[in-house]
């Protein structure tokens, strides 16, 4: 991707994301790939209030090498890239609904969220539950690159979700889905929920691809 085009299309999408209430204050983070190098939203910056000029440039270490300070979370976005070849843009976000999700007790690992429609299964699932660690802790990186090569969509306990896509666009498609995801499965806590069962879930699967 361009570089230019790049850092516009990161303040744009993150004054989306941002104006629909998918991130707040300081939270959440985008990145894109570029040739040989990444550009991510800065450290403590709003993302719908971004300055195109002042995103962070890194290089594969997590190096500055323009802009502001990156983000302290640029590294887990460099654990998905290193798993994901053909990834070129990733989003990290607190939202609302998926973070409540994590903080659940007893969710199965390897699958967190309900298969509860087509499209969760089509875009995202399935969605393993990394264990919790605290902001900034690298180790989180290692724990992310054990399933990032076999899954696009990620959900760190007690944080928020983590996405990579064939583009930021993409990325971002996949997350809103497991965003409103969340929100269905929380809506029916506690009630007799009717998931898709495996043969359907199979149908789908051989019907259509992810994206990434």
Same mark, same amino acid.
């Given at each position: 991707?361009?570089?230019?085009?790049?850092?516009?299309?990161i303040?744009?999408?993150?004054?989306?994301?941002?104006n629909?209430?998918?991130?707040?204050?300081?939270?959440?983070?985008?990145?894109v790939?570029?040739d040989?190098?990444?550009?991510?939203?800065?450290?403590?910056s709003?993302?719908?209030?971004?300055d195109?000029?002042?995103?962070?440039?890194?290089?594969?270490?997590?190096?500055?090498?323009?802009g502001?300070?990156?983000?302290?979370?640029?590294?887990l976005h460099?654990?998905?890239?290193?798993?994901?070849?053909?990834?070129?843009?990733?989003?990290?976000?607190?939202?609302?609904?998926?973070?409540?999700?994590?903080?659940?007790a007893?969710?199965p690992?390897?699958?967190?969220?309900?298969?509860?429609?087509?499209?969760?299964?089509?875009?995202?699932?399935?969605?393993?539950?990394?264990?919790?660690?605290?902001?900034?802790d @690298? &180790?989180? !990186?290692?724990?992310?690159?054990t399933?990032?090569?076999?899954?696009?969509?990620?959900? =760190?306990?007690? $944080? /928020?979700?983590?996405?990579?896509?064939i583009? @930021? &666009?993409? !990325?971002?498609?996949?997350?809103?889905?497991?965003e409103?995801?969340?929100?269905?499965? =929380?809506?029916? $806590? /506690?009630?007799?929920?009717?998931p898709?069962?495996?043969?359907?879930?199979?149908?789908?699967?051989r019907?259509?691809r992810?994206?990434?």
């Open positions: 991707m361009n570089e230019s085009n790049g850092r516009e299309q303040v744009a999408i993150g004054k989306s994301l941002f629909r209430g998918l991130t707040a204050g300081s939270s959440g983070n985008l990145s790939r570029l040989d190098d990444w550009l991510i939203t800065p450290t403590n709003c993302l719908g209030a971004l195109p000029a002042r995103i962070s440039k890194i290089d594969s270490k997590g190096h500055l090498l323009s502001d300070p990156p983000s302290k979370e640029s590294f460099l654990a998905m890239y290193e798993q994901r070849p053909k990834s070129n843009g990733v989003v990290h976000l607190h939202s609302t609904y998926s973070a409540a999700v994590s903080c659940m007893g969710l690992p390897l699958n967190c969220l309900l298969p509860l429609t087509a499209y969760f299964v089509m875009k995202v699932a399935p969605l393993p539950l990394i264990p919790y660690y605290r902001p900034g @690298l &180790e989180l !990186a290692s724990a992310i690159r399933l990032a090569a076999t899954h696009h969509a990620l959900l =760190l306990a007690n $944080h /928020g979700p983590i996405v990579s896509g583009s @930021l &666009e993409a !990325a971002v498609d996949v997350i809103e889905e497991l409103e995801t969340a929100k269905i499965f =929380l809506l029916l $806590h /506690g009630k007799q929920a009717s898709l069962n495996d043969d359907q879930i199979k149908a789908l699967k019907e259509f992810n994206a990434d």
